[in-house]
C-alpha cells in the first residue's frame, strides 16, 4: 500500500474491497481498520460496499461487515419520511442467513443506539415474518417488550397459519 501511495498510485474503492473481504476470510481482521481508512466514499461506494457486506455475511464474517456497514455515509432520506433504514438489507441477509439470536438482536440494538437505524427490530421481526422463521420471530417479539414496543396481535397470524398448514396443532 505505502508503495502505491509513493509511486502516485490511487486505489479505488472497487479496488480495496476485495483486499479486505480476502483479508477478513484470512482472519486478518486487525488490517481491516487500516484498509477502511484508506476508502474514498467514491461514487458508487454504497452498492460496492453493501455488496462486500453480503457477501462477508454469507461466508460468516457479519462482524467485519458490520464494522462496513457503520462507515457508510449518512444516506438521505427517500423524502417520504424522516427516520432512518440505514442496514435494512444487512437485516434481512442476516435473517435469511439464520445467523444467532444474539447476534441479531446485538446488531438491532448497536443499530438504534447509534441511530442509524429507527426500528430494526420491527424491521427484523417483518423479515422473520416474511421468512416464516418462527424461532427469530419469537426472539423479536420478546426484543419489542422489552423496548416497551407494542405487540400487534397480526404478528402472530403468519406463525398461527404456518403451523395449520402443516397440520400442527401446537
Known sequence: MDAAESAECSLMDRDLMPVIFTLAKAGHQEHIPHMVERLRHERGYVPDAMNLCLSLITHGLEDTAFYILKTFPNLQSDGLSNEASLGNFFLRHCVNMEMSLEKICSFCKELQESNLHASPASFT????????????????????????????????????????KGKNPA
Open 125 to 164: 421481526l417483518f423479515v422473520a415474518l416474511e421468512n416464516q422463521n418462527t424461532v427469530i420471530s419469537l426472539a423479536m417479539m420478546k426484543m419489542l417488550k422489552e423496548l416497551d414496543l407494542p405487540i400487534r396481535p397480526h404478528y402472530f397470524w403468519p406463525l398461527l397459519i404456518r403451523h395449520l
